[in-house]
């Protein structure tokens, strides 16, 4: 069963930087692609960001230029640096990978909350 764990959420003022990690366990191969979704409180959840396994990323178009993706050093591990965080950022960032047979996972989540 393949479980993704999310950190390094938390609370920082507009400006500031936040780093997430995600790690999804219990597969033996590598995802096809993994990213971060987030949905705030009354919306939808949106794209924030997605890699793939040879390194192809994707944006969403309010964090473009701010935030970057990029796979760690174990397999199946990814970071989101987040820079130059904005009130519009508050939202529960989701973990999601895409394993070629075993379909889609998604985290649990982690908040992040900007304040001014």
């Known amino acids: 069963q393949v479980q993704l764990v999310e950190s390094g959420g938390g609370s920082v003022q507009a400006g500031g930087s936040l780093k997430l990690s995600c790690v999804a366990s219990?597969?033996?191969?590598?995802?096809?692609?993994m990213g971060w979704y987030r949905q705030a409180p009354g919306k939808e959840r949106e794209l924030v960001s997605t890699?793939?396994?040879?390194?192809?990323?994707t944006y969403g178009d309010s964090v473009k230029g701010r935030f970057t993706i990029s796979q760690g050093n174990a397999m199946n591990n990814i970071m989101l640096q987040m820079n130059a965080l904005k009130i519009g950022d508050t939202a529960v960032y989701y973990c999601?990978?895409?394993?070629?047979?075993?379909?889609?996972?998604w985290g649990t989540g982690t908040q992040v909350t900007v304040s001014s």
């Open positions: 219990g597969s033996r191969i590598r995802s096809v692609r």
């Open positions: 890699i793939t396994h040879d390194g192809l990323t």
């Open positions: 999601v990978a895409d394993f070629p047979l075993e379909g889609r996972y």
